[in-house]
T-cell receptor
Framework: GAGVSQSPSNKVTEKGKDVELRCDPISGHTALYWYRQSLGQGLEFLIYFQGNSAPDKSGLPSDRFSAERTGGSVSTLTIQRTQQEDSAVYLC??????????????FGPGTRLTVL | AQTVTQSQPEMSVQEAETVTLSCTYDTSESNYYLFWYKQPPSRQMILVIRQEAYKQQNATENRFSVNFQKAAKSFSLKISDSQLGDTAMYFCAFWNYGGSQGNLIFGKGTKLSVKP
């Protein structure tokens, strides 16, 4: 079956432009996560969607970052007025449910964002 | 707040030998999982092994095993009979399944090189 997919694979943009990153989770997975991986760093949590509940936005680094999930499936992460420090790999993951035990997260291949 | 520390930024091992990657964590929670993820150059995060905190027996998956020392909050990964395909970044991760957040907390990773 299909795994988590992300597009684009790579994105180069100029400072100050807005970008949209897309994530298609595994069909039927109710939980969806966005993480950011900066060079030489581990993964940093950004935002978490679980079913129809209000998303957990506690990891978003600034109000330039936002995300939405339409119809409980596809998610879009938007970064407005991009800055050079936004350059990173943005990873999306989904899981069958957000809580409970034995709840493995399946990761997509990520989008590498470069802000010039 | 939970933290995960990987003190070895880089390691190398000869093919067919054994290597151990270190991870320590800090938490006051009782209900949690610990994971090791592998990230090859393709950027795809792959789950290697998981350990549930309440289980005393160390998890094993083929050539991969862990040494889970709960009191010491230590969770090391042992790779036996190392293969060239094991070359990757390895991330230790913590997940509190008893909390409201579903996100994983990651260490900064260890870059493992397997040499022929």
């Amino acid at each position: 079956g299909a795994g988590v997919s992300q597009s684009p694979s790579n994105k180069v943009t100029e400072k100050g432009k807005d970008v949209e990153l897309r994530c298609d989770p595994i069909s039927g997975h109710t939980a969806l996560y966005w993480y950011r991986q900066s060079l030489g760093q581990g993964l940093e949590f950004l935002i978490y969607f679980q079913g129809n509940s209000a998303p957990d936005k506690s990891g978003l680094p600034s109000d330039r970052f936002s995300a939405e999930r339409t119809g409980g499936s596809v998610s879009t992460l938007t970064i407005q007025r991009t800055q050079q420090e936004d350059s990173a790999v943005y990873l999306c993951a989904s899981s069958p449910r957000g809580g409970g035990r034995a709840n493995e997260q399946f990761f997509g291949p990520g989008t590498r964002l470069t802000v010039l | 707040a939970q933290t995960v520390t990987q003190s070895q930024p880089e390691m190398s091992v000869q093919e067919a030998e054994t290597v151990t990657l270190s991870c320590t964590y800090d938490t006051s929670e009782s209900n949690y999982y610990l994971f090791w993820y592998k990230q090859p150059p393709s950027r795809q995060m792959i789950l290697v092994i998981r350990q549930e905190a309440y289980k005393q027996q160390n998890a094993t998956e083929n050539r991969f095993s862990v040494n889970f020392q709960k009191a010491a909050k230590s969770f090391s990964l042992k790779i036996s009979d190392s293969q060239l395909g094991d070359t990757a970044m390895y991330f230790c991760a913590f997940w509190n399944y008893g909390g409201s957040q579903g996100n994983l907390i990651f260490g900064k990773g260890t870059k493992l090189s397997v040499k022929p």
